[in-house]
């Protein structure tokens, strides 16, 4: 089946001519297929650019770290009640020593006020405040077991820990905003009502999803020093009293399938756990976050298949209502191009080619508006964005197979008109 | 060898009940060059010779040489290519695209004919100056009377150097005047040697052909030598 090229080149003007037309007939008709691509363009740019810089915060934990929390984003995905999670015994620093006691863990660390927290503090420095910081009570292992990179002066140490020393690390934000200038170190700094010494800064922290998240709003002190000013904060949540203590502990070299196991039954036992009972604590991994991860966002590839096929059927439809009405109004022309020289094929190729211009009309607006969509999303919130190359051949893929699969009824209709009835229509 | 031998030319519609004989059994040679008007009364089979001759139907039975090949058996594709290289129609109601120029409509046989766009164009003006619209080559069919339309699907079935013009009652949509002016420009075509049929049941209009086939009944009664 040869196509000339002239032809080719008359029956794609001759597509645009009719388009430009019948314009607000063939808008209607390509609505469906904009909607389909720029969910597909634009949702894709999305969820992989989330997917790319949550992988590297993941990675950024280690492969080996176990977490251990009253509840996290894993227990919520996995469909939990949050009243249920707010009513789990709370877990305190007395847990992390006896973890740290089993043989298969190196160390632990304790992080008091680290996540689910309102109980947010101002730093000074000689008039000058920051706004409410996350302050941190933490075991001097926190920076090594979070892989943060100190990047002025040093960390605290255990005998600071041991001593209850009012010395603080600050993260990238107080620094900045109070030692724009000068070297902090040595500095004294107010944390709410308490005198302390800044003995380091911390570098800029990864976040999921790359945007600014507050990650680097911290101030990181000793926990027993934290545990002295503060108490461990009890947030009074419906279901009971919640402390936010997170446990951190590293496996010794080649133990992490021992030390899960044997971390899992210390907490159990701890909490007093029959043997028909779920665990009322989470053990949060890399792995385990990368698969949950992954499950979610196969999740919402799912949904963006099925709603961009309902989406693209929706279009198709239509393309073949506005291909049928064009080839019953045109039949006339349909006759005389026959009469003329026309093959078939050549009849059946140019309502190919103009469905599939339309539809492929709409993929160009998806394409246009997903990514934009994207990279609108990007600049007001700073949420990380991929375009790849091949979201948009997809799109355009579609768009016009859409219009060649249903103009394809519609068109072998065309090219199988009667010249002579065709001619003598109307 | 004459440039159309038509023998025992049959067609017959199958009405389900009744078999309907549009045609039955036409024997005619037409010699390159000559100017040949049908006459009848209505339903007599004169647009279904036409159409035969044409190449847009096939015989139920007989034969068809056009220019030493038997087409009366032709595939449909075959058949549109024979249309495209031998066949010029003028339709009685023009039958112009009425979003293409006056160029464009003339380049459309081209167009089948793999002819490329240079050329296309060339020809195309070159047959629009036959007519005498080498002036409103892009005008749109809405952008012309009745007369410059009729001239316009003249120069289209022109274009590709066909070896037969067809004419089925090209004037039955003009004003006399007009009318007339189209018959001096296919008596000119004529004189240039081109292979006229015209269908017509005006006797003015059968009159500037050499001769007039008078069909009845889908047979031919007579052959009037004008
Ligand atoms: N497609 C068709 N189906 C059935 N009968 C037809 C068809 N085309 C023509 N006829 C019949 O064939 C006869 C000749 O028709 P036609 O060639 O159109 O006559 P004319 O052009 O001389 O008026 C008429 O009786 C007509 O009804
Ligand atoms: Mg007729």
């Known amino acids: ?426 | 060898m004459s440039l159309i031998e038509v023998e025992q030319l049959k067609k017959s519609y199958d009405m389900g009940s009744e078999e309907v004989h549009a045609l039955r059994g036409v024997d005619l040679r037409v010699e390159a060059g000559e100017y040949i008007a049908i006459m009848g009364p209505s339903g007599s089979g004169k647009s279904t010779f036409l159409n035969l001759l044409g190449c847009l139907d096939t015989p139920t039975s007989g034969r068809y040489i056009l220019n030493d090949r038997d087409v009366s058996t032709m595939a449909e594709d075959d058949l549109a290519q024979v249309r495209n290289e031998e066949i010029g129609f003028v339709f009685q109601t023009f039958n112009l695209l009425a979003r293409a120029t006056a160029l464009q409509n003339v380049e459309l046989p081209l167009v089948y004919a793999g002819v490329g766009a240079d050329e296309r164009r060339a020809r195309a003006q070159t047959a629009l100056e036959k007519v005498d619209l080498s002036d409103r080559v892009t005008h749109r069919p809405n952008e012309l009377s009745g007369g410059q339309r009729q001239r316009v699907a003249i120069a289209r079935a022109l274009v590709n150097d066909p070896s037969i013009l067809l004419a089925d009652e090209p004037t039955g949509n003009l004003d006399s005047v007009t009318g007339a002016e189209l018959l001096g420009l296919l008596d000119s075509l004529h004189k240039k040697g081109h292979t006229l049929f015209v269908v017509t049941h005006e006797r003015d209009v059968a009159k500037h052909a050499q001769s007039i086939v008078h069909l009845r009944d889908g047979q031919i009664e007579t052959i009037e030598q004008v």
């Open chain 1, 1 to 426: 089946m040869k196509i000339r090229a002239a032809l080719l080149a008359e029956i794609a003007t001759m597509a645009l001519e009719t388009l430009r037309a019948n314009k607000m007939r063939s808008a209607l008709t390509i609505v469906g297929v904009v909607i389909g691509i720029t969910a597909i363009v634009g949702m894709t740019s999305l969820v992989r650019g989330f997917d790319r810089s949550f992988k590297g915060m993941v990675e950024v934990l280690g492969p080996n770290t176990v977490f251990v929390a009253k509840f996290s984003g894993l227990s919520f995905m996995s469909g939990k009640e949050f009243i249920d999670l707010i009513r789990r015994p709370n877990l305190t620093p007395d847990d992390a020593l006896a973890l740290e006691r089993l043989e298969s863990v190196r160390y632990t660390d304790t992080m008091l006020g680290g996540g689910f927290d309102d109980s947010r503090e101002r730093l000074s420095h000689r008039g000058e405040e920051t706004k409410r910081l996350q302050i941190m009570g933490t075991t001097e292992l926190f920076a090594q077991v979070g892989y943060i990179p100190i990047e002025l002066g040093r960390f605290f140490t255990a005998s600071e820990v041991r001593h209850r020393r009012a010395v603080v690390v600050l993260g990238q934000d107080p620094y900045q905003s109070l030692f724009p200038l000068i070297d902090p170190i040595g500095k004294q700094v107010r944390v709410a009502d308490q005198q302390y010494t800044v003995i380091g800064v911390m570098g800029p922290r990864p976040s999921p999803g790359g945007f600014n998240a507050g990650q680097d709003e911290i101030a990181v002190i000793p926990y027993t020093r934290y545990e002295t000013q503060f108490g461990v904060p009890a947030l009074r949540v419906s279901g009971g009293p919640h402390r936010d203590v997170t446990i951190t502990a590293v496996p010794r070299e080649g133990q992490r399938a021992r030390a899960l196991r044997e971390i899992e039954e210390t907490m159990r036992i701890r909490h007093g756990l029959r043997l028909d009972e779920e665990n009322d604590f989470d053990l949060i991994t890399q792995d385990a976050l990368l698969r949950i991860w992954e499950q979610t966002t196969q999740v919402v590839f799912l949904s963006l298949v099925v709603i961009s096929s309902i989406a693209l059927l929706v279009g198709g439809i239509g393309v073949m209502a506005i291909m049928t009405m064009s080839v019953t109004e045109r039949t006339n022309e349909i006759g005389l191009r026959k009469a003329l020289g026309a093959k078939r094929h050549e009849i059946l190729w140019q309502f190919l080619v103009e469905a599939a211009t339309l539809t492929l009309a709409g993929g160009v607006l998806g394409v246009l508006l997903g990514s934009g969509t994207g990279v609108l999303v990007h600049l007001v919130s700073g949420f990380p964005i991929s375009l790849p190359w091949w979201s948009f051949a997809l799109g355009l893929g579609f768009s016009a197979s859409v219009g060649l699969v249903f103009g394809m009824a519609p068109a072998i209709r065309a090219s199988r008109l009667d010249p002579i009835e065709a001619l003598r229509h109307e």
